[in-house]
């Protein structure tokens, strides 16, 4: 139902695209990283809004097809999942070939501060594998509770008819206000923080290189760029799949036509 919209609006970003990298050639190399670093933003909702706008419309129009297939619950929300992930992992790809092609054609070398081009292209590329790593696994985190706040609206709108929005806006407060108050109970950092694993750039010692390091004020390299804890990851992994088991649950045994 979605491959036009989806084709569309990758033609859409890849004409938009290829201007920006046209307008970054011509003027500023800058032109070209606000827009990609606003995409890769974006799309830490992209799961979540195709999996409202999806069930939707499903629960308006279609809902005694759709709650009759002969399919779990769980196999029809993983199509979608999937579905969406797919379309957001090619927005990604597209956004990064761009993104590369305006730094590896730049014609004003200033702009870079004398870099080489393709050792910053190789910087970008790692920085941006760690970005879109991130934003894959928080948008099906995210994605996983949009999916539920769908479920219970279909599910009240039994009981509260036009006002079953308040069910959703309910579950919402939870997620929001509920776990501000977990991350800051001891229980959480007893099973969170254990395990730490550092990143590090591993290009950043053939970028410094370009920079002199033998004369007064200059700096050195600091390879660590962040950490995160296993047992945060293993708690959201957990909770993400709570959630989805949660919601096909309620489809399969709770939601009525």
């Given amino acids: 139902m979605t491959r036009n ?8 970003l890849l004409i938009g695209g290829l201007w920006l ?11 070209i990283f606000v827009p990609s670093a606003f995409i ?20 308006k129009v279609t809902p005694h097809l759709w709650l009759h297939c002969p399919q779990p619950a769980w196999m029809l929300l ?9 379309q957001m992992l090619a927005i990604i790809v597209l956004t990064a070939v761009l993104l590369l ?17 393709a050792k910053l292209a190789a910087v970008v590329v ?23 706040i769908s479920v219970v609206n279909a599910l ?5 008819g036009r006002f079953r929005w308040l069910a959703g806006a309910a579950v919402f407060l939870v997620a929001v206000v509920g776990f501000g108050y977990l991350t800051e ?44 804890y296993t047992g945060e990851v293993l708690f959201y992994l957990l909770l993400t799949a709570a959630l989805f088991a949660l919601s096909a649950w309620l489809i399969d045994h709770r939601v009525e036509v």
């Fill in 5 to 12: 919209s989806a084709f569309v609006s990758l033609a859409i």
């Fill in 21 to 31: 990298v046209y307008l970054s050639y011509r003027h500023n190399l800058g032109i």
């Fill in 40 to 59: 890769l933003f974006i799309l830490l909702l992209y799961p979540a809004m195709y999996i409202l706008k999806s069930l939707a419309w499903e629960w």
């Fill in 78 to 86: 993983s199509a979608k999942f999937a579905n969406a992930l797919l």
């Fill in 101 to 117: 092609m305006g730094i590896l054609i730049s014609p004003q070398p200033e702009q870079l501060g004398g870099l080489v081009p």
């Fill in 126 to 148: 790692e920085v941006g594998f760690y970005a879109a790593l991130f934003t894959v696994a928080a948008s099906i985190y995210i994605g996983a509770w949009a999916t539920l």
């Fill in 156 to 160: 009240a709108a039994g009981v509260l």
């Fill in 185 to 228: 109970t001891r229980i959480y950092d007893l099973l969170t923080n254990w395990g730490p694993v550092k990143l590090q750039l591993l290009t950043l010692p053939q970028l410094a290189g370009e920079f002199r390091t033998d004369v007064p004020g200059s700096f050195s390299v600091n390879l660590a760029v962040g950490q995160f």
